[in-house]
């Protein structure tokens, strides 16, 4: 049975600080992983979408790397700012493939100005 | 724009009353799944769609019935609401990739929210 957890539940940080956040899963013989931000109350926006055959996948300020050997993968946001506050989840197709998801419960990341 | 929409974006019901939320893209995108999302539970599946006429069951499907007779619209329907249905609901669309394994990202509605009383 797939699970995916997230680390650290909740993250706090001033302003231009880089930080990573971290995505865990169980059955690494996943077809790709996804990373998303929600802001409260809102949908859900896709960051940045790593193919198995991949490593990483880079957008502006945010690098995701996957490590299917290991069952993880890492957020990495460069300079952080304060528009950057929101909740981070990461999503794996459920049986390696296909349209099931599972997503880990997000960190909440906050950014201080 | 390309986006997917969501109608109702809330809706207080009673217990028993049927309900239908539509959901609608714009993107010919051949996926779309419903989700449901709870405090200390998180994001979960409810449904997707593979394409017209093809539907199958998430990890919390009981209470729900889909369809799918447009590419571009895949209603969720509660026939007979109950309190613990009362939940943030999300649709979410994306493009099947190449090799037919996946998809691309995931594009998500902005939520409806169902309180069932």
């Known amino acids: 049975k797939q699970e995916v957890t997230q680390i650290p539940a909740a993250l706090s940080v001033p302003e231009g600080e880089n930080l990573v956040l971290n995505c865990s899963f169980t059955?690494?013989?996943?077809?790709?992983l996804q990373w998303f931000r929600q802001d409260p109350g809102k949908g859900l926006t896709s960051l940045l979408l790593i193919q198995s055959s991949q490593r990483e996948q880079t957008s502006g300020r945010l690098n995701a790397s996957l490590d299917k050997s290991s069952g993880r993968s890492t957020l990495y946001i460069a300079a952080s700012q304060p528009g950057d506050s929101a909740t981070y989840l990461c999503?794996?197709?459920?049986?390696?493939?296909?349209?099931?998801?599972?997503f880990g419960p997000g960190t909440r990341l906050s950014v201080l100005p | 724009e390309a986006q997917v929409t969501q109608n109702p974006r809330y809706l207080i019901t009673v217990t028993g009353k049927k309900l239908t939320v539509t959901c609608s893209q714009n993107m010919n995108h051949e996926y779309m799944s419903w989700y449901r999302q709870d405090p200390g539970l998180g994001l979960r599946q409810i449904y997707y769609?593979?394409?017209?006429?093809?539907?199958d069951k998430g990890d919390v499907p009981e209470g729900y019935k889909v369809s799918r007779k447009e590419k571009r619209n895949f209603p969720l329907i509660l026939e007979s609401p109950s309190p613990n249905q009362t939940s943030l609901y999300f649709c979410?669309?994306?493009?099947?990739?190449?090799?037919?394994?996946?998809?691309?990202?995931?594009?998500f509605g902005p939520g409806t929210r169902l309180t069932v009383t």
């Open positions: 769609s593979m394409n017209v006429e093809v539907t």
């Open positions: 979410a669309s994306s493009l099947r990739d190449r090799v037919g394994l996946g998809s691309y990202e995931q594009y």
């Open positions: 999503a794996v197709p459920k049986g390696g493939y296909g349209q099931n998801f599972v």
């Open positions: 059955d690494s013989a996943i077809y790709n």
